[in-house]
Nanobody, 125 residues
């Protein structure tokens, strides 16, 4: 089983930066993709960014491209989401997710098998 724990969310002002962390654990070693999604009450879960665990290829939603950066530290089993130039519309609960096979559509939540509890990011204007 895989456990994911997000941290780093907090209240910030527009234009500020935050770095979210996702600490992962797994019973067995395997290649899998990691992703970040976000959700606001009343809206569907939204893809933010993803990264291939073995190759490090990254993908971003158009709304965050150029502002957010996803990265990983294999030694720490941790995935990060660096968020710069935050906007009020970035306010959401951010979820870390892991996909077992690193295949299929990177933006589809159904391709991720494990989810963290979420961390709240609030951006004030």
């Amino acid at each position: 089983q895989v456990q994911l724990v997000e941290s780093g969310g907090e209240l910030v002002q527009a234009g500020d930066s935050l770095r979210l962390s996702c600490a992962a654990s797994a019973r067995t070693f395997s290649s899998f993709r990691m992703g970040w999604f976000r959700q606001t009450p009343g809206k569907e879960r939204e893809f933010v960014a993803s990264i291939s665990w073995s190759l490090g290829n990254t993908y971003y939603a158009s709304s965050v491209k150029g502002r957010f950066t996803i990265s990983r530290d294999n030694a720490k089993n941790t995935v990060y989401l660096q968020m710069n130039g935050l906007k009020p519309e970035d306010t959401a609960v951010y979820y870390c997710a892991a996909g077992r096979f690193d295949s299929g559509s990177y933006s589809d939540p159904n391709n991720y098998n494990y989810w963290g509890q979420g961390t709240q990011v609030t951006v004030s204007s």
